[in-house]
Every structure is written in structure tokens, then in C-alpha cells.
């Protein structure tokens, strides 16, 4: 029964802090800190589902479906970001887009995107299946 009990009642996932760039400052100068949370499968899947391309093969005219790979990065990150709040209207309008998964693509560098980007692999723990494989590779 304890062991049962174990997986009815997981560790709460805790949302984390993150300075992004130290460009966003409060009005003492100080960096502020983004709000990162992770997805759950279902909600991956989900976003997956809404990132799939058909894409046209062969000679008899049959089509497969492909997951678009980088919009799927730009809706898991606008998920993924608590703080600040990229569906807020402010927001948007003030880095010129109608969409929160539009907004860190004009907000940051390309360094910066790429940083929050690792950030949420962390996050989400796609580093460390990673590592799991690069492990595995090797022996």
C-alpha cells in the first residue's frame, strides 16, 4: 500500500526563478527575475498535436503528418513562462505581436532565447534524458 500511496501523491513540481537578461531591471536596477514552470505530458502532447504538418510524399499522393519542431519550441516556451505574463495585451503590444508565442522572439536576443530556451529543457528535463542517451551511447 505505501508504495501506491507513493504515486497517488507525487512531489509538487515547484515553478522556478530565472534572470533571463540582465537588460530587464526593476526600478532599483536590479535584474528581475523570470517565472519558469514545466508542462506535463498531457499538456506537451496536446501543443504537439496543434504543431503537426502535413507533408506530401511520394508518387501516390500519400501525406504524413511531421511535427514542426520550431513552432512546437515557441508554444512550449510561452507555456512555460509564468512571469512575465506573455498573454498579457500590454505586453504583446508593446513588442508588436498579437500572440504570447511571438513575444520572446522580438522581447529577447538570440542569446538571451537561447538561454531561457536551455532553461526550460532543464525545466521540463529534456537535459537529462539527454544525458541518459549520451550515456547510453557510450558504453
Do not use: H
Not at 501523491?9 to 526593476?26: A, T, Y
Not at 500519400?62 to 507555456?79: C, F, G, H, N
Not at 495585451?89 to 536576443?109: F, K, R, W
Amino acid at each position: 500500500m505505501g508504495t501506491l500511496k507513493g504515486f497517488l501523491n507525487p512531489k509538487k513540481i515547484e515553478n522556478i526563478k530565472f534572470v533571463v537578461s540582465n537588460r530587464f531591471v526593476d526600478d532599483d536596477g536590479n535584474p528581475l527575475e523570470w517565472e519558469l514552470r514545466a508542462l506535463s505530458a498531457k499538456e506537451s502532447e496536446l501543443l504537439q498535436t496543434e504543431c503537426m504538418i502535413k507533408k506530401a510524399s511520394g508518387r501516390r499522393g500519400v501525406s504524413s503528418l511531421d511535427l514542426d519542431a520550431a513552432l512546437y519550441t515557441k508554444k512550449m516556451m510561452a507555456k512555460c513562462v509564468v512571469k512575465p505574463d506573455l498573454n498579457e495585451i500590454d505586453i504583446q503590444d508593446a513588442y508588436g505581436v498579437s500572440c504570447a508565442e511571438d513575444v520572446l522572439g522580438n522581447m529577447l536576443t538570440s542569446g538571451e532565447y537561447t538561454a531561457l530556451s536551455n532553461k526550460l529543457l532543464d525545466v521540463n528535463d529534456f537535459n537529462e534524458i539527454f544525458e541518459d542517451e549520451v550515456k547510453e551511447a557510450k558504453n
